[in-house]
């Protein structure tokens, strides 16, 4: 039962110091946590999107939405890094944040592994499907084998930058130029000749048209001579190259994403790392050489 105000509008003791605490306070570490909830549920579901595009058949076709889905892992895979690091400045000693039983700071490096070329078609394969997964690898002119940002140099590379003693290196290309492209090269789908025989044997196929009605063999079509069939010009095999513009990063989101490498490195060096076996899953890089 709530007491009535004294007069003069002032609240009994009590009462004043039950407003002042409790329900703010203590909802913040939950708060704190349901954001990097939030933040590691949009980052899966990218994945799983980008996962889905990769085995599709026609990948020329989806380099563009690719390239976007891979610019929205790059932001959200900071945006998850940093809100685990705030949120662990509110713990009582540095705790891993762990999501399916697993530090999810340790799953990050390794979650676009799979887009790799050998990676992908020994995943493909075991699917039973074709894989050409070296699309965006070709795209990009760089690997993604432990590169979560999706940037030029990935963190093997960036830890020698970040040992002590190392200048600092230059966040963009340029003093000029605020953004960093990244990606952009050309891509074109690579189609292999027919050969003479196959050729030969369509041509060869009978339709109701072909049907032989006639005794007389100079009212018959002649055929080709067999040095001219299954030869055609070598500009026709060439598929027309996939041209998508490459990405633009911020100066700033570079920095914000140097910050993140560093704290994925710093994690790895604390726990271990993690890699990808070659049925996708998760285990220590000691067990998986």
């Given at each position: 039962m709530s007491r009535l105000p004294r007069p003069g509008g002032k609240l009994h003791p009590s009462d004043s110091k039950k407003n002042k605490g409790g329900g703010g306070s203590g909802s913040a570490p939950g708060r704190w946590e349901l954001d990097v909830l939030k933040a590691i549920i949009l980052r899966e579901d990218y994945l799983s999107r980008l996962a889905d595009m990769s085995k599709s058949a026609s990948q020329y076709t989806l380099v563009g939405s690719m390239a976007n889905t891979l610019d929205l892992i790059r932001l959200t895979t900071v945006e998850v890094v940093e809100t685990i690091a705030t949120w662990r400045k509110q713990q009582p000693k540095h705790m891993p944040f762990k999501w399916n039983g697993i530090n999810y700071l340790l799953k990050v490096p390794s979650d676009l592994d799979f887009m790799q070329e050998v990676h992908?078609?020994?995943?493909?394969?075991?699917?039973?499907?074709?894989?050409?997964?070296?699309?965006?690898?070709r795209w990009l002119g760089f690997s993604f084998e432990r590169n979560p940002f999706v940037m030029p140099d990935s963190l093997d590379s960036r830890s020698q930058v970040f040992e002590p003693g190392r200048a600092a290196t230059p966040t963009t290309t340029s003093m000029d130029d605020p953004f960093l492209p990244v990606g952009g090269q050309p891509v074109a789908a690579s189609v292999h000749p027919m050969s003479p025989t196959t050729a030969a044997g369509r041509s060869k196929g009978k339709t109701a048209y072909e049907t032989r009605i006639l005794n007389d063999d100079d009212l018959l079509p002649r055929p080709k001579p067999a040095t001219l069939q299954g030869t055609a010009p070598s500009a026709s095999l060439k598929a027309k190259p996939t041209v998508v513009l490459p990405s633009q990063v911020g100066d700033l989101d570079v920095l914000r994403i140097r910050e993140a490498e560093k704290l994925l490195l710093e994690e790895e060096a604390l726990f271990g790392r993690y890699k990808r076996d070659l049925y996708g899953r998760l285990v220590p890089g000691i067990v998986f050489c």
């Open positions: 992908c078609l020994w995943f493909n394969w075991l699917d039973a499907t074709r894989s050409q997964c070296d699309v965006m690898v």
